[in-house]
Antibody, heavy 124, light 110 residues
Framework: QVQLQESGPGLVKPSQTLSLTCNVS??????????WSWIRQHPGKGLEWIGY??????????YYNPSLTSRLTMSVDTSKNHFSLNLTSVTAADTAVYYC?????????????WGLGTLVTVSS | QSALTQPASVSGSPGQSITISCTGT?????????VSWYQQYPGRAPKLLIY???NRPSGVSNRFSGSKSGNTASLTISGLQSDDEADYYC??????????FGTGTKVTVV
C-alpha cells in the first residue's frame, strides 16, 4: 500500500520561500513510471497541478506548471525516499492546501495515491 | 491553461442517476484518452474514481462510470446514495501543461 504524507511549516511570511516535503512509503521515488506530483487547492476553490518530478535512466526530471515555473523547484532525496517542493517569493495567493500525489504515466493518466494535504498560510 | 468547465452543482434523489460534464478543448479532453475523475469530501484528499476516460480502479463502485464525446467528458453516478454527496473534479492531460483540472462540481443528494 502506497502512502504519502506532507510535512512543512503551516505559516510562511510573504516574500519568503515555502518548503514542503512528501514522505513516501510503499513505493520508491526512484521507481520508473511514477510522477511524484504536487497539487494545491486554494481555500474553497478547485485543484491546481503544480508540477512533478520523475526518475528515468539515472536522472531526475521535472515539469512545472508554466504559471509557477519561475518560482518553483522540486527535488528528491532517495536516502529518505521523499520529494520536496520549494516555492519562492510567496504571496497571499499561495495560501492553499498542498497535496502530494503519485501520478502514473508520462501523460499523467491518473493520480492514484494522495497525501492528506497540508494547509499553508502566507501571512505576516 | 484554463481550467476545464464543470457545472457548479448537480443534484439528484436517492436511486437516481446523475451526470457531470467536463468540457475542454481539442488540446486536452478532446485530444487525448487521459481524462480522470476524483471525488473529494470536505477536508479530505481527492480519491481517484475513473482514469483513462472509462477505467475504474480496483475497489471503486461500478455505480461510477465515465465516457467522452468530442471535447466533453462525463461522469455518471447511478443508484445515487447519500454518501455520494461530495465534490467531483475531472482532469485531463493537456498539450499546454501536463495536467489541467476541472472547476469542480458539488453533488447534492436531495
Amino acid at each position: 500500500q502506497v502512502q504519502l504524507q506532507e510535512s512543512g511549516p503551516g505559516l510562511v511570511k510573504p516574500s519568503q520561500t515555502l518548503s514542503l516535503t512528501c514522505n513516501v512509503s510503499g513505493a520508491s521515488v526512484s521507481a520508473g513510471d511514477n510522477y511524484w506530483s504536487w497539487i494545491r487547492q486554494h481555500p474553497g476553490k478547485g485543484l491546481e497541478w503544480i508540477g512533478y518530478i520523475y526518475y528515468s535512466g539515472g536522472t531526475y526530471y521535472t515539469y512545472y506548471n508554466p504559471s509557477l515555473t519561475s518560482r518553483l523547484t522540486m527535488s528528491v532525496d532517495t536516502s529518505k525516499n521523499h520529494f520536496s517542493l520549494n516555492l519562492t517569493s510567496v504571496t497571499a495567493a499561495d495560501t492553499a492546501v498542498y497535496y502530494c500525489a503519485r501520478g502514473q504515466g508520462f501523460l499523467l493518466e491518473k493520480f492514484d495515491y494522495w497525501g492528506l494535504g497540508t494547509l499553508v498560510t502566507v501571512s505576516s | 491553461q484554463s481550467a476545464l468547465t464543470q457545472p457548479a452543482s448537480v443534484s439528484g434523489s436517492p436511486g437516481q442517476s446523475i451526470t457531470i460534464s467536463c468540457t475542454g478543448t481539442s488540446s486536452d479532453v478532446g485530444g487525448y484518452k487521459y481524462v480522470s475523475w476524483y471525488q473529494q469530501y470536505p477536508g479530505r484528499a481527492p480519491k481517484l474514481l475513473i482514469y483513462g476516460v472509462t477505467n475504474r480502479p480496483s475497489g471503486v463502485s461500478n455505480r461510477f462510470s465515465g465516457s467522452k464525446s468530442g471535447n466533453t467528458a462525463s461522469l455518471t453516478i447511478s443508484g445515487l446514495q447519500s454518501d455520494d454527496e461530495a465534490d467531483y473534479y475531472c482532469s485531463s492531460y493537456s498539450s499546454g501543461t501536463p495536467c489541467v483540472f476541472g472547476t469542480g462540481t458539488k453533488v447534492t443528494v436531495v
